[in-house]
């Protein structure tokens, strides 16, 4: 069965950089897009952007734009999705999910990972 | 951009009745050349991840009940909850995909 299972929970000081690996088992991990999304305590879900695992290439969404890195491991299927210079607003949930195959059209997250919490605080 | 929108914000229903949420896109998400919008339905319930209940406005995902129903087209899109159950009780989102993926702000389903 398809599974996104992602890194612990962290805790950073504001100015730092975090990292979530996702490690996706159940199907060929380079065959579909990527996707991260983020809810911050009690709001909604928010984009931050996508990853193609088979060559690497990604789009952000504007907000994250100069912040954000999204890589993969393809040898051990995992993705990657690290945020810079850290500030309390950055204290959420962040969910992996799979998105479309690869050389498809835009669809919708079929599969999600379980969250990773990070807290931004002093 | 596209702005999404849901209303209502929340609503309280009896099991049993049914549950209507509508979500609006501020520009079409219907593609013309394969006449597919391109908007899902996601539920969370608390400390879960979303998932999938909808997708193409209409295609119920593999495995949700059928209780679960998606309409619309173009701009004005609803999700419709019939005989609404007790495990039902989440926060459900509308999500286009037609630009950059792009969420509502959720509608909280209670019971009354």
């Known amino acids: 069965q398809v599974q996104l299972v992602q890194s612990g929970a962290e805790v950073k000081k504001p100015g730092a950089s975090v990292q979530v690996s996702c490690k996706a088992s159940?199907?060929?991990?380079?065959?579909?897009?990527i996707n991260w999304v983020r809810q911050a305590p009690g709001q909604g879900l928010e984009w931050m952007g996508w990853m193609n695992p088979n060559n690497g290439n990604t789009g952000y969404s504007q907000k994250f734009q100069g912040r954000v890195t999204m890589t993969r491991t393809t040898s051990i299927s995992t993705a990657y999705m690290e945020l810079s210079s850290l500030r309390s607003e950055d204290t959420a949930v962040y969910y992996c999910?799979?998105?479309?195959?690869?050389?498809?059209?835009?669809?919708?997250?079929?599969?999600w990972g379980q969250g990773t919490l990070v807290t931004v605080s002093s | 951009d596209i702005v999404m929108t849901q209303s209502p914000d929340s609503l309280a229903v009896s099991l049993g009745e049914r549950a209507t949420i509508n979500c609006k896109s501020s520009?079409?998400?219907?593609?013309?050349?394969?006449?597919?919008?391109?908007l899902a339905w996601y539920q969370q319930k608390p400390g879960q991840p979303p998932k999938v209940l909808i997708y193409w406005a209409s295609t119920r995902q593999s495995g949700v009940p059928d209780r679960f129903s998606g309409s619309g087209s173009g701009t004005d899109f609803t999700l419709t909850i019939n005989s609404l159950q007790a495990e039902d009780v989440a926060v459900y989102y509308c999500?286009?995909?037609?630009?950059?993926?792009?969420f509502g702000p959720g509608t909280k389903v209670e019971i009354k």
């Open positions: 520009q079409s998400v219907l593609y013309n050349s394969n006449n597919k919008n391109y």
């Open positions: 999910a799979r998105g479309k195959i690869v050389t498809g059209t835009p669809t919708h997250f079929d599969y």
């Open positions: 999500q286009q995909y037609y630009t950059s993926p792009l």
């Open positions: 159940g199907y060929t991990f380079t065959s579909y897009d």
